[in-house]
């Protein structure tokens, strides 16, 4: 049974850094694509990126001038997805989650499986 947990979620300080970490078990390594996803009060769930089995990433977010993408990485031997942004946008404070789809990234957001619970992340001001 795949199963994802994700951590990282804080309070994080006006010029800190956010890394979020997404764990997968009951799977073998190279068999899915990890997305990460957010949702913020009010909002629909979004989009944030993908990385697939080949480490090819897919953004979700729109790249806006002026704003960074949010890069993603992979731990294959590890089955972990990393999230990290070192200047956090004022739209980046929601619950975050992290999924599954086989082998390649897709704007399909229905075809993602096995969602964790989420990891809070909330900006101060």
């Known amino acids: 049974q795949v199963q994802l947990v994700e951590s990282g979620g804080a309070l994080v300080q006006p010029g800190g850094s956010l890394k979020l970490t997404c764990t997968g078990s009951?799977?073998?390594?190279?068999?899915?694509?990890i997305g990460w996803f957010r949702q913020a009060p009010g909002k629909e769930r979004e989009g944030v990126a993908c990385i697939s089995v080949g480490r090819d990433i897919t953004d979700f977010l729109p790249f806006t001038k002026g704003k960074g993408r949010f890069p993603i990485s992979r731990h294959i031997t590890e089955n972990t997805a990393g999230l990290q942004r070192n200047t956090p946008e004022p739209e980046d404070p929601a619950l975050y989650y992290c999924?599954?789809?086989?082998?390649?990234?897709?704007?399909?957001?229905?075809?993602?499986?096995?969602w964790g619970q989420g990891t809070q992340v909330t900006v101060s001001s």
């Open positions: 999924a599954v789809r086989a082998r390649q990234c897709s704007w399909q957001f229905g075809e993602f499986h096995s």
């Open positions: 009951g799977f073998s390594r190279g068999s899915y694509a």
